[in-house]
């Protein structure tokens, strides 16, 4: 997929570029990203919209995988930036993006990162709670400013992915819940407060998701309160955000539906409802991470030790694991993979492909079909470029890998590989024992 191809060498080439040469130069593991395919992917969300003449904002969920050279790609292609923290937002501002186009989410924001934030002119804050809702106001005043908000809300719905990445339901940590007053009195308070200007409402479903059906009952419960609000407070939203969630193809058992047409069927339920409520219609944002980063990444591995359990199953170890990809421990999630340095090789096994951390949950893949490997072959794990490199971890302190990008044959190192000396950095030897 994407600029992926088999070269004449038999080697997995990305981007016009030698996944093994990268992976000799660079070191492993090593992450690579497809540059034209995030292009591909940003482009086809935005032009769903602009065929619609629907006004939109894409904005893209940095926690997907958020470093300098990455927003600055987000901002070459104009996409918004949807950040959760003062980690995020102070990458994000290092980069260079434009405040007025950044977004600020989270349950949890403390005053200071809200202070960064107001300090800064981030455009819009997606408040998420009560508490927030009272710092916020406080702080605006304090910094004579009016914050642009939209208020979390929590639609429940359940939607059919992974429970840890279930945001919608009622039993939620996140957003005014929408349907017992909550979201009510958020808006009561937001519309008093003379410091914040209330933009619309916001609501993300969950991650990884393959139907439709959630975001159009989504947009239906939203419209519906809509329509109370228009009513009860006058007030009509300028912007309606459905949040992320689109799902991607990791494996073959993956399903998804193009980027375009989830955004066909929000549009077209945002303009029924529309009608029905008598309403402008609303600019329509959505904060898409995975599908914008996922299947552009790919990380490349060094295939060292194997063991083999007899009439169960051989074990092939790789230098990295849990501490770069812990998505298969903690979702059970599931990844292709091929040898990149032997990719016409047809003689294949299958195998299980284990990490190198202390922990039997560390395995990346358990049964993968893989031509016979040996110490020093490269194993290519493709779509990881989602939650890979922005939840890796320094667990049994694995330095954590590098990241390239690769585009039109040129390869470009954006992340360095972690030394052990980075990984001591912060660490304050105890004081020197005085004899007595
Ligand atoms: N907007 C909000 C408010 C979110 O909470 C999220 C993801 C997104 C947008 C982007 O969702 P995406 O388009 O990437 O699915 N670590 C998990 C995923 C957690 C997602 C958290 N929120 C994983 O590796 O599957």
């Given at each position: 997929?994407?600029?992926?191809?088999?070269?004449?060498?038999?080697?997995?080439?990305?981007?016009?570029?030698?996944?093994?040469?990268l992976a000799?130069?660079y070191g492993t593991p090593l992450y690579i990203y497809d540059?034209?395919?995030i292009?591909?992917?940003?482009?086809?969300?935005?032009?769903?919209?602009?065929?619609?003449?629907?006004?939109?904002?894409?904005?893209y969920a940095s926690k997907a995988f958020s470093t300098m050279a990455m927003i600055?790609?987000?901002?070459?292609?104009?996409?918004?930036?949807?950040v959760v923290s003062?980690g995020e937002?102070y990458t994000?501002?290092?980069a260079?993006?434009?405040?007025?186009?950044?977004?600020?989410?989270?349950?949890?924001?403390?005053?200071?990162?809200?202070?960064?934030?107001?300090?800064?002119?981030?455009?819009?804050?997606?408040?998420?709670?009560?508490?927030?809702?009272?710092?916020?106001?406080?702080?605006?005043?304090?910094?004579?400013?009016?914050?642009?908000?939209?208020?979390?809300?929590?639609?429940?719905?359940?939607?059919?992915?992974?429970?840890y990445i279930?945001?919608?339901?009622?039993?939620?940590?996140?957003?005014?819940?929408?349907?017992?007053?909550?979201?009510?009195?958020?808006?009561?308070?937001?519309?008093?407060?003379?410091?914040?200007?209330?933009?619309?409402?916001?609501?993300?479903?969950?991650s990884q998701?393959?139907?439709?059906?959630?975001?159009?009952?989504?947009?239906?419960?939203?419209?519906?309160?809509?329509?109370?609000?228009?009513?009860?407070?006058?007030?009509?939203?300028?912007?309606?955000?459905?949040?992320?969630?689109?799902?991607?193809?990791y494996?073959?058992?993956?399903?998804?539906?193009?980027?375009?047409?989830?955004?066909?069927?929000?549009?077209?339920?945002?303009?029924?409802?529309?009608?029905?409520?008598?309403?402008?219609?609303?600019?329509?944002?959505?904060?898409?991470g995975r599908?914008l980063v996922g299947d552009a990444g790919t990380t490349i591995y060094s295939?060292?030790?194997?063991?083999?359990?007899?009439?169960?199953?051989?074990?092939?170890a790789v230098d990295g694991g849990m501490s770069d990809n812990i998505r298969p421990a903690l979702y059970e999630a599931k990844y292709?993979a091929?040898?990149?340095?032997?990719?016409?090789?047809?003689?294949?096994?299958?195998?299980?492909i284990a990490g190198k951390c202390c922990e039997?949950g560390d395995m990346l893949i358990?049964?993968?079909?893989?031509?016979?490997?040996?110490?020093?072959?490269?194993l290519a794990v493709f779509c990881t470029g989602a939650y890979g490199y922005s939840m890796a971890n320094n667990y049994n302190r694995i330095p954590r890998p590098a990241v390239v990008f690769?585009?039109?044959?040129?390869?470009?190192l954006v992340v360095k590989r972690e030394t052990y000396e980075d990984l001591v950095r912060l660490?304050?030897?105890?004081?020197?024992?005085?004899?007595?």
């Amino acid at each position: 997929h994407g600029t992926s191809r088999v070269n004449d060498k038999g080697h997995l080439e990305i981007g016009g570029v030698d996944a093994v040469e990268l992976a000799k130069e660079y070191g492993t593991p090593l992450y690579i990203y497809d540059v034209a395919l995030i292009r591909q992917r940003a482009r086809a969300f935005k032009e769903a919209f602009e065929k619609h003449g629907v006004k939109a904002q894409v904005a893209y969920a940095s926690k997907a995988f958020s470093t300098m050279a990455m927003i600055q790609l987000v901002e070459e292609e104009g996409l918004s930036l949807d950040v959760v923290s003062g980690g995020e937002l102070y990458t994000a501002l290092k980069a260079g993006f434009p405040p007025a186009r950044i977004h600020f989410h989270g349950n949890n924001k403390s005053r200071d990162e809200l202070a960064m934030a107001l300090e800064h002119g981030v455009g819009c804050i997606v408040v998420d709670n009560f508490y927030e809702l009272e710092l916020l106001d406080d702080l605006s005043k304090q910094y004579g400013v009016t914050t642009f908000i939209l208020l979390r809300v929590t639609p429940g719905i359940e939607a059919h992915t992974h429970d840890y990445i279930l945001t919608g339901q009622e039993d939620s940590k996140f957003g005014f819940d929408l349907n017992n007053g909550q979201a009510d009195e958020a808006l009561e308070k937001a519309l008093a407060s003379a410091s914040l200007h209330v933009l619309g409402l916001h609501c993300h479903i969950g991650s990884q998701i393959f139907e439709t059906t959630g975001f159009v009952l989504a947009a239906q419960k939203i419209f519906k309160k809509i329509g109370s609000w228009k009513e009860k407070y006058k007030f009509v939203p300028e912007v309606v955000n459905l949040g992320g969630g689109f799902g991607i193809r990791y494996t073959s058992e993956d399903d998804p539906i193009p980027a375009a047409m989830y955004v066909e069927q929000i549009i077209q339920e945002v303009k029924k409802q529309v009608i029905e409520m008598d309403i402008t219609m609303p600019e329509i944002w959505i904060e898409p991470g995975r599908s914008l980063v996922g299947d552009a990444g790919t990380t490349i591995y060094s295939i060292g030790s194997q063991k083999e359990v007899p009439n169960v199953r051989k074990y092939v170890a790789v230098d990295g694991g849990m501490s770069d990809n812990i998505r298969p421990a903690l979702y059970e999630a599931k990844y292709e993979a091929v040898l990149a340095n032997r990719m016409l090789d047809e003689n294949e096994e299958v195998v299980a492909i284990a990490g190198k951390c202390c922990e039997s949950g560390d395995m990346l893949i358990w049964d993968l079909p893989l031509p016979k490997a040996e110490a020093g072959d490269y194993l290519a794990v493709f779509c990881t470029g989602a939650y890979g490199y922005s939840m890796a971890n320094n667990y049994n302190r694995i330095p954590r890998p590098a990241v390239v990008f690769v585009e039109n044959g040129e390869a470009q190192l954006v992340v360095k590989r972690e030394t052990y000396e980075d990984l001591v950095r912060l660490d304050v030897p105890l004081k020197a024992k005085v004899n007595k």
